[in-house]
């Protein structure tokens, strides 16, 4: 692992650290706040999946956490959102190849051999922390926004009893019924439709995965809600299936971080209290 | 003026707003966070002057001011560093030119036309924002960071009884007395160094300009400490002259925005006292 940078922040240190990811077969990077601790202890921990275009450092000078894991003591891991560099394929639109991994094994040329960012996020990264940071994985929480809300949901719905807190900001709750969500794994996943099951947090659901309980904050002037995001997809399969979900509709608030920087602290207490219990 | 973006946040506007200046004959950016008021009311404002490269985004992304400010009731302004665009001179160099303005008004070639910073923030901007939103003139604070600290400081000093507060984070506070000061007033204002003073704190204080007081955070790992920001001339200068000055060394920051975001709400809060008193 490469050291990037180190910033003293709200008692705390906000990392950067660079590796050579075998799953997606580039450099990876990512950033991790770890709050002041007593020598030994190890921290609960929060996994970030950020959205579209992000690198590891929106969410780390944007999402305001920091106060919030300090004051809770709760390491904050800010993964990047798809392999990056020269050799990897890209495509020209925002909300396909690089900065838009959807959290998906790639299954399709050209994406195959570097999009996996399902076992990057799920199993590497995991692993390569537990390894080198003061984290306690018996404690580990879940969050993100829009396709890493997407990742998020997806993730803890697969991975039962790994998250002790699951929860999302404006999550893409069903990419089989959006466009971006259709370019996406059509792209990476191919055409047949069942093996986009897994990346849906609706069809998991239908599909009988369970969370034990989830916290979604969206707002109500989020540009992508009607046509993309479709939290009802999420509320009304929560519902059917007796999951404990609280879907909070901001009022006024739109997709950006603006959004999430102002619930974050909420999210950081809720899987605090949670990760604490 | 053009509406750029509104957003939501922390229960109040953050807006985005773009105007021709006659300041700097060029269109000039400004971000501006309004929390939720009553019908009618004015609000307390602080200025916050950015520092080297920054554009109006940078304290708008990073400073975390948002949350203090719905509390306190206060907006809060960050204009951008410089005029910029196809027309306006600029220098390849980080520290002069486009984003490097120092919030002076040049006189030399090819400068003098369009870098007139200290006009646009000392009378247009100010005038403008008066006359468009619901700030209360009577109650202004003003702060900023680096090249802005340093604004912050001389634009204070240079307006007695205009700030009820001034505050600073990791401020240059003698261009006099810098490498960064020797370059870009050399390029905006000449070889004769006494028409520097009146941009330079502790001259301005030395020459007889007074601060009711003022608050100073510093981090004693700022790689810029030492060779530019040279902290403690300004506090020798503000003893000398019986200024009530606060001069904090916070332990391990570096000179970045997650230093400035640790401490802004602290801030905030003492502008509050101030602007509420």
Not at 36 to 56: M, R
Not at 166 to 187: E, H, M, Q, R, Y
Not at 215 to 244: M, P, S, Y
Request: negative net charge; proline residues 5%; glycine residues 10%.
């Amino acid at each position: 692992m490469e050291h990037v940078s180190t910033s003293r922040c709200y008692g705390g240190e906000q990392e950067v650290w660079k590796h050579d990811s075998k799953a997606t077969g580039t450099p990876m990077t990512f950033a991790i706040y770890i709050p002041d601790h007593a020598p030994g202890e190890k921290l609960p921990v929060i996994w970030w999946l950020s959205g579209l275009t992000c690198t590891h450092e929106n969410a780390m000078i944007k999402c305001e956490y920091k106060q919030a894991c300090a004051q809770h003591g709760v390491i904050f891991v800010c993964p990047d959102t798809s392999p990056r560099g020269e050799g990897v394929p890209n495509h020209e639109d925002y909300d396909f190849g690089q900065g838009a991994g959807f959290y998906v094994n790639a299954t399709q040329e050209p994406w195959a051999e570097h999009f996996r960012m399902r076992d990057y996020v799920e199993e590497e990264l995991p692993a390569l922390v537990a390894e080198h940071f003061p984290v306690d994985m018996d404690r580990q929480g879940i969050s993100g926004h829009s396709m890493g809300g997407h990742g998020a949901l997806t993730v803890s719905l697969r991975n039962p009893g790994r998250f002790r807190s699951t929860s999302a900001f404006a999550p893409i709750v069903s990419p089989l019924n959006c466009p971006w969500g259709d370019k996406a794994l059509t792209g990476y996943l191919g055409e047949d439709r069942t093996a986009w099951r897994e990346y849906d947090s609706v069809a998991l659901i239908e599909d009988g995965a369970r969370l034990g309980e989830v916290l979604v904050d969206q707002g109500t002037a989020d540009e992508w809600l009607e046509g993309q995001l479709k939290t009802h997809l999420f509320a009304d399969a929560c519902r059917d299936a007796g999951i404990d979900a609280t879907i909070r509709m901001q009022e006024g608030y739109d997709h950006s971080y603006f959004f999430v920087s102002t619930f974050i602290a909420d999210h950081v207490a809720w899987h605090a209290e949670r990760l604490k219990a």
